[in-house]
């Protein structure tokens, strides 16, 4: 009789305590459930007052959301012991839950990444693959934690050190590019649109991307130049301030009147659209040449018109010079002799 009331009791005391472990698990599940919407409606709310919208929107809410939700799931069936049994060393629950945080973790860098993309840009560009890059790498460090692979982090390490020596040789280039390419976004030599001169390569800089650099020839060509090369190389951005000078050698005969070449050329500036006045155009002789006394014009145009303006300078100083009966002599050329030369006429 005794030993039956003790079961009883034993009995009883075992489902109190799983009536209480119950409803510790539903307590911990409708915890999760309440701070997983209030966190998923206070990003929404923040999504239309912030600048920062590729990360706070509805789809990172909706992630995060679904993470809580399930994170706070797992913790429940974990209370009552569901999920105690282990592989290798590790509870199955801390490693479903490392796997679910990198998981979601992922998500959230590529939902970011691809609207930062969408917004478009060479800094666009640049700045999601390095969030992206970021948050799965920290991802990664986190679940191993969860995951109580801390102790075997050392090891891990090691493993992964000596794989890299091993593959380092081969994707140095890969990697030279990209830091190169991150070092460029923030020293920002150029920009999508820019005309410049890379090496040997000169047209519109058609797009700009984590380990290369597109340039659209003035022939129309597409080059691509690994931004390694790119960063190493001298890099003339013929954009990048708004005026830009042109510069231009004229000869004039050497039995012309200097100071009217010059004064016809400045009046010829004068009258060409887009010189600008300040700085001063400047008109000078530049040398004496073997054929012809050179005159320097320098002319300065916004940037963007820059050539059309060395074009109409060509042109029209042509066309002055002529009016005024200037001179553009030919290369000459006087032969001395020695000795007198016999000719022979018939």
């Given at each position: 009789?005794?030993?039956?009331?003790?079961?009883?009791?034993?009995?009883?005391?075992?489902?109190?305590?799983?009536?209480?472990?119950?409803?510790?698990a539903?307590?911990?599940?409708?915890?999760?459930?309440?701070?997983?919407?209030?966190?998923?409606?206070?990003?929404?709310?923040?999504?239309?007052?912030?600048?920062y919208?590729w990360?706070f929107?509805?789809?990172?809410a909706?992630?995060?959301?679904?993470?809580?939700?399930?994170?706070?799931?797992?913790?429940g069936l974990?209370?009552?012991g569901?999920?105690?049994?282990?592989?290798?060393?590790?509870?199955?629950?801390?490693?479903?839950?490392?796997?679910?945080?990198?998981?979601?973790?992922?998500?959230?860098?590529r939902?970011?990444?691809?609207?930062?993309?969408a917004?478009?840009?060479?800094?666009?560009?640049?700045?999601a693959?390095?969030?992206?890059?970021?948050i799965?790498?920290l991802?990664?460090f986190?679940?191993?934690?969860?995951?109580?692979?801390?102790?075997?982090?050392?090891?891990?390490?090691?493993?992964?050190?000596?794989?890299?020596?091993?593959?380092?040789?081969?994707?140095?280039?890969?990697?030279?590019?990209?830091?190169?390419?991150?070092?460029?976004y923030?020293?920002?030599?150029?920009?999508?649109?820019?005309?410049?001169?890379?090496?040997?390569?000169?047209?519109?800089?058609?797009d700009?991307r984590?380990f290369?650099?597109?340039?659209?020839?003035?022939?129309?060509?597409?080059?691509?130049i690994?931004n390694?090369?790119?960063f190493?190389?001298?890099?003339?951005?013929?954009?990048?301030?708004?005026?830009?000078?042109?510069?231009?050698?004229?000869?004039?005969?050497?039995?012309?009147?200097v100071?009217?070449?010059?004064?016809?050329?400045?009046?010829?500036?004068d009258?060409?659209?887009?010189?600008?006045?300040?700085?001063?155009p400047?008109?000078?002789?530049?040398?004496l040449?073997?054929?012809?006394?050179?005159?320097?014009?320098?002319?300065?145009?916004?940037?963007?018109?820059?050539?059309?303006?060395?074009?109409?300078?060509?042109?029209?100083?042509?066309?002055?010079?002529?009016?005024?009966?200037?001179?553009?002599?030919?290369?000459?050329?006087?032969?001395?002799?020695?000795?007198?030369?016999?000719?022979?006429?018939?």
């Open positions: 009789m005794v030993e039956m009331l003790q079961t009883t009791i034993i009995e009883g005391i075992k489902n109190q305590t799983m009536i209480v472990e119950v409803l510790k539903l307590a911990i599940i409708l915890f999760g459930l309440v701070v997983g919407e209030l966190i998923r409606k206070w990003i929404i709310s923040l999504s239309r007052s912030t600048k919208v990360i929107n509805e789809e990172t909706k992630l995060l959301w679904r993470f809580i939700l399930v994170a706070s799931i797992l913790s974990d209370t009552l569901i999920l105690e049994f282990k592989v290798y060393g590790a509870k199955i629950s801390s490693l479903i839950g490392a796997a679910l945080l990198f998981y979601f973790a992922y998500l959230i860098g939902k970011a990444q691809d609207y930062w993309v917004k478009g840009g060479a800094d666009a560009q640049i700045k693959k390095v969030f992206y890059y970021t799965v790498t991802a990664f986190l679940a191993l934690n969860i995951a109580g692979f801390t102790g075997k982090l050392t090891t891990i390490v090691a493993a992964a050190g000596i794989t890299g020596i091993v593959l380092g040789f081969s994707a140095q280039t890969v990697i030279a590019n990209l830091i190169s390419g991150i070092f460029m923030f020293d920002k030599p150029l920009e999508i649109g820019d005309p410049v001169e890379v090496g040997e390569y000169s047209g519109i800089v058609h700009i984590v290369s650099t597109r340039i659209r020839t003035w022939d129309g060509l597409l080059v691509r690994p390694e090369k790119l190493n190389s001298e890099i003339k951005n013929l954009a990048k301030y708004p005026a830009r000078r042109v510069d231009v050698v004229v000869g004039i005969s050497y039995a012309d009147d100071e009217k070449a010059v004064e016809v050329i400045k009046r010829t500036l009258e060409i659209p887009y010189v600008l006045a300040e700085p001063e400047m008109v000078f002789v530049e040398e040449g073997d054929s012809s006394v050179n005159l320097a014009i320098r002319a300065w145009a916004p940037s963007e018109k820059w050539f059309d303006v060395r074009v109409e300078i060509l042109k029209r100083v042509k066309k002055a010079l002529d009016e005024a009966g200037i001179e553009i002599p030919f290369p000459q050329q006087v032969n001395w002799f020695a000795d007198e030369l016999k000719v022979k006429l018939e």
